[in-house]
């Protein structure tokens, strides 16, 4: 990977199952997704690091009534998930119920498992990471 990460070589890596953020040079703090500038300081010069892909859920929500342009059905379940990095980041998860699903998921360990969702059904534009619950 380069020294550029923008939003479309971020949505590359994930096909490629690999989580790219940006580790910044003057603090050190790690963003993912990428952004132009370091949310903990504001700096602009940053290096592009390959993160674990592995962390703890955060928070979830059900959505029952995918969006217009989803491709999937409802209900699935959207998690935000803290990475051993620091990052926190959105993504769909495996193996979870959504129906059955309860607060006791906050905490779990998870991984992030890109090759779970065949390339040719998410176009690059649409792509998001995918967890699946363990450590
Ligand atoms: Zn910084």
Wanted: glycine residues 12%; contains cysteine.
């Amino acid at each position: 990977m380069g020294e550029q990460l923008g939003v479309k070589e971020y949505r590359l890596a994930l096909r490629e199952n690999k989580l790219a953020g940006l580790k910044c040079k003057t603090c050190g703090f790690v963003t993912a997704p990428p952004r132009l500038a370091c949310r903990n300081c504001g700096a602009t010069d940053s290096e592009v690091v390959v993160l674990s892909g592995k962390g703890k859920i955060v928070t979830f929500t059900t959505v029952f009534i995918p969006p217009e342009n989803h491709r999937g059905q409802g209900p699935y379940l959207v998690v935000v998930v803290e990475l051993e990095e620091g990052p926190w980041i959105m993504g769909n998860i495996q193996g979870a119920d959504p129906e059955k699903a309860t607060l006791d998921l906050i905490g779990k360990a998870v991984y992030m498992n890109n090759d779970l969702i065949p390339n040719d059904r998410k176009p690059p534009e649409d792509i998001a990471p995918m967890f699946v619950l363990g450590g």
